[in-house]
């Protein structure tokens, strides 16, 4: 508004500049001098143009001025409009964020009130850890813990993903395992391993033409009898790590997942069986720990560097080793991300 009010002063300016100019040329004709003064009519006659055109141009911007402002209070009223969609939009947001929030914690109150603790695990192997952190809230990742008559049964549980997806298929992979095990008789890790198979592609119909899901799980499993100093071991794409002074021996998996993309695998699961002394040491995980990345080159920690740690300081307290793997996954790691659910078991006998 202030522009147009401004043009409107210039044009008055020239405007009045114009008639006087006029009137000027109007005298000269009357006093019939015109001739003898040609030169000053013909200067007259141009600065007589000249403000013609001024005008105009005044004129053409005043209007130009006039549209601007209207625009310019079309666009206020909808910068208005527009701020007001947004603070709605946030409020909305923030709304749905906190229900999310809370439905999640809600989650991890029913995960972690299904999967052992430590301290239960502590009660029956005292020189044991679990490593265990979750990339989101809820975790996909999940230890599991079963005792029936003179045996233990404990596996580390590694679902398809992470998060509230990863989650949902660790509840059912804890109920299923629960399930196998609840029967009188006891199961060797294969055959619960096999069992799980087939119960994992039912529940998540996995069979048939019109397959709707591929998810499934990876899994260590050990079968401890601590009576006869006993392990049997199972595991699917995870490996075991016993630990006997400075030798390291491992018992690989089968190259079978539970479910998920081996539906079509027929093969059995492996079941390995051996005998343990005072001081050995068990270790397995999921591949969280081994595929996270870091260090100077953004390299995976890998399971090298977990089996080089384990047996350097093998003669160390438990606690010791499960703070040196905690330190060091946080070294290596840095400010990166956690890209996995990280789960680890270590067990002295």
Known sequence: MKYTIKANVYIGRYQKKLNITEQNLIQLSEKKIIKEDSNK???????????KQQIQEFSETQDHLVQATFREREMK???????????????????????????????????????PSSDLIKKFLPE?????RPKDVVSGDFPWFFEKGDDIYIAAVDCTGHGVPGAMLSLIGCFLLNEINSHAYSLN?????????TKVIHTLKQHGDNIQSTDGMDIALCKINLKENEVQFSGAYRPLYLVKGDMLEQFKGDRKSIGGRDIKKEIKFTNH????QKGDTLYFFSDGLPDQFGGSEELKYGPKRIRDLVVQHSKKEMNAIYN???QDLSQWQ???????????FGIRF
Not at 128 to 132: D, K, P
Not at 334 to 344: A, R, V
């Open 324 to 326: 040196l793997l905690e």
């Open 41 to 51: 009519v013909q200067a007259l006659e141009k600065e007589l143009a000249l403000m």
């Open 128 to 132: 044991s850890f679990i490593l265990y």
């Open 189 to 197: 890790p294969n055959e619960i391993l096999d069992l799980l198979h």
């Open 273 to 276: 069986q051996f005998k343990v």
């Open 334 to 344: 840095g400010d990166g991300p956690q890209i996995d659910d990280i789960l680890l």
């Open 77 to 115: 009223k909808t910068l208005v409009n527009t701020l007001k969609e947004l603070q709605d939009s946030k409020k909305l947001i923030e709304t749905q964020n906190k229900k999310i929030s809370e439905s999640i914690q809600y989650a991890q109150r029913i995960q972690q009130s299904i999967i």
